[in-house]
């Protein structure tokens, strides 16, 4: 199987910086990537993807980066804002049939 | 569209019940997928379907069944409840060309004492 772990179970930034999320994962196989958000007492939201053939992929005001050398990925957000406050997830994929999440990483945001 | 709706919200059991949770997609989505959430865990795959009548075992598939006789939805059993079962149910669309685009419910809360 795949091991998903996030870096941090908690990141604290201040409302307007910039956030940075981490994710690593163990299969040299795996094909996709996915971040999602879980806002308390909701289902996850998916927010962007990458594959394996791309190293950098951008969306509004969220970038995704993919170090395949050393098995990492992160989500950075810009000019983070009180919305932006949830759980954030990594899931990878070596198939697209089955998918294994991170432990998540809750970020606050202090306004 | 109502997306991805699950019934019920909430439900509690004793050992050895059991119970179905119902999945329903407005989507016309191919994939559908049921995770559990356990607290301090990220999201585990039960059982996974890639289109109408078909099913497949996810990451931890023991002590649960599934059938998607009906391409808008899918059905979750659990035929003899166990307090390790208690957890959030999650259940997830996606399309087929970008299965990896979930879309998620709400969620159903299982509590088995």
């Known amino acids: 199987g795949e091991s998903v772990g996030l870096h941090l179970p908690t990141l604290s930034v201040q409302e307007g910086d910039n956030s940075i999320i981490n994710c690593a994962y163990s299969?040299?196989?795996?094909?996709?990537f996915i971040w999602y958000k879980q806002e308390s007492g909701k289902g996850p939201q998916f927010i962007i993807d990458?594959?394996?053939?791309?190293d950098k992929r951008q969306g509004q005001r969220v970038t995704v980066l993919l170090n395949k050398t050393v098995k990492h990925l992160s989500l950075q957000i810009a000019a983070t804002q009180p919305g932006d406050s949830a759980v954030y997830f990594c899931?990878?994929?070596?198939?697209?049939?089955?998918?294994?999440f991170g432990s998540g990483t809750k970020l606050n945001v202090k306004p | 569209n109502a997306g991805v709706t699950q019934t019920p919200k909430f439900r509690v059991l004793k050992t050895g019940q059991s119970m179905t949770l119902l999945c329903a997609q407005d989507?016309?989505?191919?994939?559908m997928y049921w995770y559990r959430q356990d607290p301090g865990m990220g999201l585990r795959l039960i059982h996974y379907?890639?289109?109408?009548?078909?099913?497949a075992k996810g990451e931890v598939p023991d002590g649960y069944n599934v059938s998607r006789l009906k391409k808008q939805n899918f059905l979750l059993g659990l035929e003899s409840a166990a307090p390790s079962q208690t957890s959030v149910y999650f259940c997830?669309?996606?399309?087929?060309?970008?299965?990896?685009?979930?879309?998620f419910g709400p969620g159903t809360r299982l509590t088995v004492t």
């Open positions: 899931a990878v994929s070596d198939n697209f049939n089955k998918f294994y």
């Open positions: 299969n040299s196989a795996s094909d996709y």
């Open positions: 990458i594959r394996s053939n791309m």
């Open positions: 379907s890639v289109g109408e009548g078909t099913t």
């Open positions: 997830a669309s996606g399309p087929g060309g970008r299965p990896w685009e979930q879309y």
């Open positions: 989507m016309n989505h191919e994939y």
